[in-house]
Structure formats: C-alpha cells, structure tokens
C-alpha cells in the first residue's frame, strides 16, 4: 500500500514495476511462524532469481528503509548482480541510529520478552477498536508520519491479527542484525564500492528531516558511490 503512487508513476513512464511484499505479511500466516528479515531477504532474492531465469528479465532494483539492506543482500547473488542495470536506495537503513529516542526505546521493548508480550496483546486489542483511536494512539508513538503515511500504517498493520506478532517478530531480528557496532554500514558501504566498480549505478535518497537512519551514514556511503546523487 505504501509504494502503489510510486509503482504508478513509473508505470506510467513505460517502466514495468514489480513491488515485492513481505513473506510475513500476506493473507495467511506463513507456514513455519514469522520470518525474520534475513528470512525475507532469502524470499526476495528466489523472487528476483525466477524473474531473472523465467523472464530473462533486467533489473532496477529499489529499496526503501529496511528494503535497501534486503536489496544489497539480493546483490550477493552472482545472477541477480549480473542482470541489474540500476540500484536505489531510499532512506537506506543498513546501521541503527543511536541517536534516535525512537529506535533506543523499540531496541528495549523489543530485547524483552515480557515487554513483547504486552505489545502484542495491545496491538492486537487494538485491532478491534475505532479508526479514530488507532489514530490517536499512532499520533503519539510516531508523532512525524503523515495523515496518509499513518493510515497506510494502521491499514496494514492491524488488517490481520497475526500481522502483529509479524512485525514484532521481524523487527526483533532486523534491530539485531543491524547492530550498534556499525559492521552493517561498512558491508554496506564495501557491498556499494564493489557494485560501482562493476558499474552498476547506485543511487542513495536522503531528506534533510530523516529521523530513521541518521545523516552521518550517508557521508560514509558517500565515499563508496561514485558521483553520489541526492
């Protein structure tokens, strides 16, 4: 829901796009339990293999947030890596930021059980309130999203029941492999350097107001892409 006027718009400029959902979060739960992110990043990568295989197709391959780390993980791929004309990165999240009050307290919440407990029961009575106090309750625990960005949220992630015990589960493994130590920034950035050597373009998007994956990071990517766009 979150990327459908972005996939328009490029297919209304004669470009076909192809948005690939979590495993995590489609109609029925998956079958052996939540995936964790590195899960996902396998579910993508057999994806793009059997557009690749099947449909000889050429890639571009975008990837937003979270989705900019599973795209360099796809990329390790010799047969993904070889068919990709283009790479970019929105508001790329490959290393957590300490310095957001935000992430500090879902780190937390998150390493305790007893803590994911509660907010899975609460996500899930949440699930059966009113539109207007789902609002509410968003508005404060993530005062900068959008009107849109917010309903798009609550839409997605409470039209299931099990989507709740997803998101927790995935979000454990994601802020655990995207560590405090920064080795996920420097992969990245090496994974970058050795994508530009094989000239394949890449391209990372930043706004001056990103709250999510800090400023700092970009002039360390900076250093891996050649001619960086923002």
Not at 59 to 66: A, E, F
Not at 136 to 159: F, G, M, Q, Y
Not at 214 to 224: A, I, Y
């Amino acid at each position: 829901a979150y990327y459908q006027k972005f996939c328009s718009g490029l297919e209304a400029q004669g470009t076909p796009t192809i948005a690939l959902s979590y495993g995590n979060f489609g109609p029925t739960p998956p079958p052996g339990g939540p995936l964790s992110i590195q899960e996902e990043a396998e579910l993508k990568r057999l994806q793009l293999r059997k557009l690749v295989e099947k449909r000889g197709c050429r890639l571009r391959l975008v990837g937003h947030s979270i989705g900019a780390w599973i795209v360099l993980q796809c990329l390790e791929d010799p047969l993904l890596r070889s068919a990709t004309e283009e790479v970019v990165l929105q508001f790329p999240f490959v290393a957590r930021n300490e310095e957001s009050s935000t992430q500090q307290f879902i780190n937390i919440l998150l390493r305790s059980r007893v803590a994911r407990t509660l907010t899975y029961v609460a996500l899930q009575v949440l699930c059966f309130m009113p539109m207007g106090f789902r609002k509410l309750v968003l508005s404060v625990v993530e005062p900068s999203l959008s009107k849109n960005a917010r309903e798009i949220t609550l839409d997605t992630t409470l039209s299931q029941i099990f989507y709740a015990k997803s998101t927790i589960e995935m979000g454990l493994s994601e802020f655990e492999i995207l560590d405090t130590e920064n080795r996920p920034l420097v992969a990245a950035a090496a994974q970058i350097e050795s994508l530009c050597t094989d000239e394949i373009p890449v391209t990372a998007l930043y706004a001056p107001d990103d709250h999510w994956a800090p400023l700092w990071q970009k002039e360390v990517l900076d250093r891996s892409i050649n001619a960086p766009l923002y």
